[in-house]
């Protein structure tokens, strides 16, 4: 029996990696889900992969009129939302011995410039 029958998903960074792999087993699981990422080829074949059930809107996480053109998307197709998946995101690979602490900050700071110091 499927799990999420008329459940409304956005995920974003949903174009790939992780947010794909859930993103197919959401569709699989019977919701309708809207993935998200910058890159429309990227947004493309994922679409074609996931088959029906999928809405892709192009945009970055990290600028507001993005978010609310996909917040105005998603009121208008389906009303409302039931799971949120904050997914989009990425990660700069360092062996433990050789993190420091700005690789824990880098990912954040790299959006928000008042704390580039
Ligand atoms: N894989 C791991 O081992 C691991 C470990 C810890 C945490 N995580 C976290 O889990 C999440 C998914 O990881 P993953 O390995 O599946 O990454 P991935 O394959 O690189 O996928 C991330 C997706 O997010 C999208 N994205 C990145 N920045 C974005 C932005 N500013 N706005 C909109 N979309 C954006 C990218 O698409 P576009 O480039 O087209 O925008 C990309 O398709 C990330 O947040 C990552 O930090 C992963």
Do not use: W
Request: overall charge positive; proline content about 2%.
């Amino acid at each position: 029996m499927q799990k999420m029958v008329n459940k409304v998903a956005v995920i974003t960074g949903g174009n790939s990696g992780i947010g794909l792999a859930t993103a197919k087993r959401f569709v699989a699981e019977g919701a309708y889900v809207f993935i998200t990422g910058r890159r429309q080829s990227v947004l493309d074949k994922a679409k074609a992969t996931l088959g029906a059930n999928v809405t892709t809107v192009r945009g970055d996480i990290a600028n507001l009129d993005d978010l609310d053109r996909l917040y105005s998307i998603v009121k208008s197709e389906k009303g409302s939302i039931d799971i949120l998946v904050a997914n989009a995101g990425f990660v700069e690979m360092v062996d433990t011995g050789n993190a420091t602490p700005v690789h824990f900050g880098v990912a954040i700071c790299r959006y928000l410039p008042e704390c580039s110091s």
